[in-house]
């Protein structure tokens, strides 16, 4: 027999697989179209189309708007990042993630579903009128197409170098299959499929955990495998935190608790129209309030499956694996940790499973872009700058035809990408400075009656205006870092946190000045759209343990206890 | 998501019962004939429980939520 690492080396490939793995991922692509068929009969008027209805459980749209945010580059590459940078990464999951689903499902939500909006640039019609709308709209439909491109080829650049599959097939085979589900049945197809995806992802990638800790002895053990691999500070989640050299990320606290727990993790969560949309489908308010709560709860536990097995692969693997530009021959990247963990524990069928997980991811994150697109495309652009008077079936048609052209435009994207790389980093860092300064906007829309249309607008454009030129002066200029992030020793994950920081302190100040400056639009008109001047519905008559208030708290105490363990 | 067709429940049952009978059956077939190159934990025979957990919590959901239940 030849030992594993012997194997590894040998194999021209991560991981070979066999004809069982093969009939394990056949069977997913055909499920998964056999759901698009099945639903296509109940996606014939705009709301079902677009919205699926609006009769979702709390449940199914909370398990829905996590695994959209579950695509398989999240897994590897936090994974990777676990690797790299040890459990710090685990704030992404915590901290950079609970409170801002808490604060969407207690505060932001009832806005959002009273206003029988359609998107988050639909809210901002509402709200600011329409040159916010339209902002928000072009802005959100271009990068959410492009980052679809970006992510498609990443995937298929992975399933090259983990299976050795051509880089065509996987694209051309993944994204027709994903555009034939969502075309066919809508939102509600892309839901259905999501949360099949998210047991799948579940099935597939828990066993790494099980069987790592198995080999490891046990969470101690590890821990002590860890400090004499890389550090014992790999292993803590705030006590390296207080200088920005004391940890392996090169962040203060304050970047953590300011710009990803306060701001970056509150954009995204609470105004990224891809995950929001998932929620507006709830059947009603108590399900519409429960389903972030389900998420969160949910959420908390993810880093089991992608902090750990990166956390094991420090520990465990017999190899070092480091950054993607330092690769030689014959090594591995961060980002290879989990394929190469499954690789390690899985046997014929669990390692198709494996791969089905990431493909799962994957078209889980890809079908969350397309409906998302479709629809901001249909109802935000379409309807509101080109055609204002269609019938509803005329706008499920585009919807249908808008979701295969979306998908075309992202293999195109994908293509593009692959002419040239570096358009990756600036694609993916680009999106990620889009969501703070709509936070911002957002959030004093509905907190805050005083603000008006023009402080709504110069707010969010100055916002966004501010943090690409951050972004340009650090790449123009490296030795910047020192002021948008504080120190020189800052990595690029740190840099994000504080850029989204100052773009959002921008982005509020900008629209404070410009409110205070305009004429406020009358009360009247600010019913249902702004706190103080809405009646929220109740959740009914229901028992404590049923309502979402409550169930919030039992989250927040074991995010709280979670954080103390493992401080 | 029960008022009018399949339940999404039902199709995650199967989807956990088919993956399942077909892990569990690679596990046993393994067991059976040990591999040249084994993966780490060979020994625990993980295809072989795991298999079977999924297999049974997925006819769980087929049964529990099967079409002519549901409707």
């Keep these: ?567 | 998501m029960h008022d009018s067709g399949i339940s999404i429940w039902f199709f995650i049952g199967l989807s956990l019962l088919v993956n399942g009978v077909l892990i569990f059956g690679a596990g046993l077939y393994e067991y059976v004939a040990p591999p040249q190159n084994p993966v780490v934990l060979y020994q625990l025979h993980a295809g072989v429980w795991w298999g079977a957990i999924l297999a049974v919590v997925g006819a769980g959901y087929c049964l529990k939520f099967r079409p002519s239940r549901t409707n």
């Design chain 1, 1 to 567: 027999m030849i030992p594993f690492a012997t194997w590894l080396v040998l194999a021209e490939r991560l991981v070979y697989l066999a004809p069982v793995d093969y009939a394990v991922i056949v069977f997913y692509f055909g499920l998964v179209l056999a759901i698009g068929f099945y639903l296509r009969g109940r996606a014939s008027t705009g709301e079902d189309f677009f919205m699926a209805g609006r009769e979702m459980t709390a449940w199914v749209a909370g398990l829905s708007f996590l695994s959209a945010n579950l695509g398989a580059l999240e897994l590897m590459g936090w994974a990777g990042s676990a690797y790299q940078y040890g459990i710090l990464a685990t704030h992404w999951y915590w901290i950079g993630a609970i409170p801002a689903m808490l604060f969407l499902a207690l505060v932001m939500m009832p806005f959002y579903y009273i206003s029988k909006t359609h998107s988050v640039p639909g809210y901002l019609k509402l709200r600011f009128g329409e040159p916010s709308r339209i902002v928000s709209a072009v802005s959100f439909a271009f990068m959410t197409v492009l980052m679809s491109g970006v992510n498609m080829f990443a995937m298929a650049k992975v399933m090259q170098i983990v299976l050795g599959w051509d880089i065509n097939f996987s694209i051309w085979v993944s994204s027709l299959t994903v555009a034939i589900y969502v075309a066919l049945g809508g939102l509600r197809s892309a839901i259905f499929n999501e949360v099949l995806q998210f047991f799948l992802i579940w099935a597939g990638a828990l066993l790494i955990p099980i069987l790592g800790l198995y080999e490891t002895g046990g969470w101690s053990n590890l821990k002590v495998l860890i400090a004499q691999r890389a550090s014992a500070e790999y292993v803590h989640m705030w006590s390296g935190l207080g200088s920005f050299s004391g940890n392996p990320m090169g962040i203060h606290w304050t970047g953590i608790v300011f710009g990803l727990g306060a701001v970056l993790s509150m954009g995204y969560w609470t105004t990224d129209f891809l995950v929001v949309q998932r929620i507006l489908t709830a059947k009603d308010i108590r399900s519409a309030e429960m389903a972030p709560i389900i998420g969160a709860g949910f959420k908390m536990f993810v880093p089991l499956i992608v902090i750990l097995p990166g956390l094991l692969g420090l520990a465990v693997l017999p190899m070092k694996l480091t950054a993607e530009s330092a690769v030689v021959a014959g090594g591995h990247s961060y980002n290879d940790v989990l394929p190469l963990m499954l690789a390690r524990y899985c046997g014929p069928g669990l390692l198709g499973l494996g791969i089905t997980a990431l493909i799962a991811g994957f078209m889980s994150g890809m079908a969350g872009n397309v409906s998302a697109f479709t629809t901001v495309w249909t109802y935000d652009i379409y309807r509101a700058l080109i055609n204002k008077d269609a019938t509803d079936e005329h706008y499920v048609s585009m919807g249908r035809w808008t979701t295969v052209i979306g998908v075309l435009v992202s293999v195109g994207t994908a293509y593009l990408v692959m002419q040239s790389a570096s358009i990756m980093d600036y694609v993916q860092a680009l999106f990620s400075f889009f969501i703070a300064p709509l936070f911002g906007t957002v959030v004093l829309g509905m907190l805050w009656k005083r603000a008006t249309g023009p402080g709504g607008f110069w707010g969010l454009l100055c916002g966004t205006v501010s943090s690409i030129s951050m972004w340009a002066w650090v790449k123009v200029d490296p030795s910047a870092l020192r002021y948008v992030a504080l120190s020189p020793d800052a990595k690029a994950l740190a840099q994000d946190m504080y850029q989204a920081l100052w773009s959002f302190l921008v982005c509020v100040t900008v629209t404070v000045v410009v409110s205070l400056m305009t004429t406020p639009k009358p009360d009247s008109e600010l019913v249902g759209l702004v706190y103080g001047m809405t009646e929220v519905p109740s959740v009914g008559n229901i028992p404590f343990y049923e309502k979402p208030i409550f169930w919030a708290g039992v989250v927040t105490v074991v995010l709280i206890v979670l954080n103390i363990i493992l401080w």
